[in-house]
């Protein structure tokens, strides 16, 4: 099971960090991602961070304002947003994938088997 939290209201500008916490089965996990979804928008990759070790990968919304980062004692995945804008209001979402389901990529939704709940952030410009 994955657990989001962190989101909220915040000003342009503003930071926030978005935690996903990791329960059950965690020693399948592969990869752990963040995505988020805009009313009426598709579900977009922000981050990914492999469980256990390599580089992390950001999505071009995301990179040298955002951060990726886990903490595998606690079975955390934090991403970290510092200069919000407007357009990254949305419902952020964190997703694993599990060594049965991995295909050696991480950038879509369909290619993540567990998903949290959703953690809304809206920016106000």
């Known amino acids: 099971q994955l657990q989001a939290s962190g989101g909220g209201l915040v000003q342009a500008g503003d930071s926030l960090t978005l935690s996903c916490a990791a329960s059950?089965?965690?020693?399948?996990?592969?990869?752990m991602g963040w995505f988020r979804q805009a009313p009426g928008k598709d579900r977009d990759f922000v981050a990914a961070i492999p469980w256990s070790a390599g580089s992390t990968y950001y999505a071009d919304s995301a990179k040298g304002r955002f951060t990726i980062s886990r903490d595998n004692a606690k079975n955390t995945v934090l991403l970290q947003m510092n200069s919000l804008k407007p357009e990254d209001t949305a419902v952020y979402y964190c997703a694993a994938v599990s060594d049965n389901y991995y295909s050696g990529s991480w950038y879509y939704a369909y290619e993540y088997d567990f998903w949290g709940q959703g953690t809304q952030v809206t920016v106000s410009s």
């Open positions: 059950g089965r965690t020693s399948s996990i592969v990869i």
